[in-house]
């Protein structure tokens, strides 16, 4: 007879799998339908696991335009600039809060807080922007959500549970603030960096409501817009020319979910072994 624990481990191992299939399938699908004809497609129902013929023409369609491409430097410019500026300005805040002589810290603290429990709303973020001289500029696209007060309460946890001890002794040494944060805290802080850092750059990868609201010009469209704009409101990224055989409608749409996929699914593996204990640390602590 098995005993209880082995039967146990099986049994996870079996939700595991399931799991992983489950999250597996539809990515197989999307990539599988992408690399189809139209053929392929209308026999598998929409969805093709094994393309019979793979072919690249839906990927060849959607770079042939330039909408596709022109977007995707758009959103690996806000995706790098935004997560530098938002993670620059998270650890600067999450460091001067996460230090007891700082005069007026918890209020600071409580009013970044309040905005996880209270959101202003479209009108008045609109106004905001439009007031600033931020509209329909890409600045529009960073500065509304430069931080996040999930990310910096995760990150002032973190500082928090640093040893005093050695913060103290830098100090003594003559150590100022700024150098404390480049020499000690910051070389002893690169899982939660590397996580908040992860959190920022999907977040500004995803985004498209801010697009939708504060850009007017098509030109400065981030990917996810094109996405919205194409796969869920059926516009075309180009004319097709004459004698042209265009690929299928519904491959199409799948190339251009897998180009948004590929720049997210490259970098995660490199943040991942961080991913787990930067999370926990800060949110046990402080």
Same mark, same amino acid.
């Given at each position: 007879m098995e005993s209880p624990s082995r039967v146990g481990r099986a049994a996870k191992a079996l939700l595991l799998v399931l799991i992983t299939l489950a999250v597996i399938y539809p990515i197989v699908g999307v990539?599988?339908?992408s690399l189809s004809d139209q053929a392929t497609i209308s026999v598998n129902g929409g969805l093709v696991l094994?393309?019979?013929?793979p072919q690249l023409d839906a990927y060849r369609e959607i770079f042939a335009g330039g909408v596709v491409s022109r977007a995707l430097l758009v959103s690996l410019g806000i995706t790098l600039c935004g997560t530098a500026a938002s993670v620059l300005v998270t650890v600067?805040?999450?460091?001067?809060?996460?230090?007891?002589?700082?005069?007026?810290?918890r209020v600071i603290l409580m009013v970044a807080l309040l905005t996880m429990l209270f959101n202003p709303g479209i009108i008045a973020n609109f106004l905001t922007v439009k007031s600033l001289g931020l509209y329909n500029s890409f600045a529009a =696209? +960073?500065?509304?959500?430069l931080v996040s007060a999930f990310n910096l309460v995760v990150l002032r946890?973190?500082?928090?549970?640093?040893?005093g001890e050695l913060l103290d002794s830098a100090r003594v040494d003559g150590a100022g603030d700024f150098r404390i944060l480049v020499r000690v805290v910051l070389p002893l802080s690169k899982a939660a960096i590397a996580?908040?850092?992860?959190?920022y750059a999907v977040s500004y990868w995803n985004a498209f409501f801010n697009a939708l609201l504060y850009l007017q010009d098509s030109a400065k469209n981030p990917l996810p817009m094109v996405l919205r704009s194409f796969v869920i409101g059926g516009q075309s990224l180009h004319e097709a020319a004459a004698g042209e055989i265009p690929a299928p409608q519904q491959a199409?749409?799948?190339?251009? =979910? +897998?180009?948004?996929?590929v720049p997210i699914l490259c970098v995660y593996p490199f943040l991942q072994r961080y991913f787990t204990k930067g999370v926990l640390t800060g949110a046990v602590k402080g």
């Amino acid at each position: 007879m098995e005993s209880p624990s082995r039967v146990g481990r099986a049994a996870k191992a079996l939700l595991l799998v399931l799991i992983t299939l489950a999250v597996i399938y539809p990515i197989v699908g999307v990539v599988g339908t992408s690399l189809s004809d139209q053929a392929t497609i209308s026999v598998n129902g929409g969805l093709v696991l094994i393309p019979t013929h793979p072919q690249l023409d839906a990927y060849r369609e959607i770079f042939a335009g330039g909408v596709v491409s022109r977007a995707l430097l758009v959103s690996l410019g806000i995706t790098l600039c935004g997560t530098a500026a938002s993670v620059l300005v998270t650890v600067g805040m999450a460091y001067g809060l996460s230090r007891p002589e700082v005069t007026g810290s918890r209020v600071i603290l409580m009013v970044a807080l309040l905005t996880m429990l209270f959101n202003p709303g479209i009108i008045a973020n609109f106004l905001t922007v439009k007031s600033l001289g931020l509209y329909n500029s890409f600045a529009a =696209l +960073v500065l509304p959500s430069l931080v996040s007060a999930f990310n910096l309460v995760v990150l002032r946890s973190f500082f928090m549970g640093l040893p005093g001890e050695l913060l103290d002794s830098a100090r003594v040494d003559g150590a100022g603030d700024f150098r404390i944060l480049v020499r000690v805290v910051l070389p002893l802080s690169k899982a939660a960096i590397a996580v908040i850092t992860l959190f920022y750059a999907v977040s500004y990868w995803n985004a498209f409501f801010n697009a939708l609201l504060y850009l007017q010009d098509s030109a400065k469209n981030p990917l996810p817009m094109v996405l919205r704009s194409f796969v869920i409101g059926g516009q075309s990224l180009h004319e097709a020319a004459a004698g042209e055989i265009p690929a299928p409608q519904q491959a199409v749409q799948m190339a251009v =979910l +897998v180009v948004a996929l590929v720049p997210i699914l490259c970098v995660y593996p490199f943040l991942q072994r961080y991913f787990t204990k930067g999370v926990l640390t800060g949110a046990v602590k402080g």
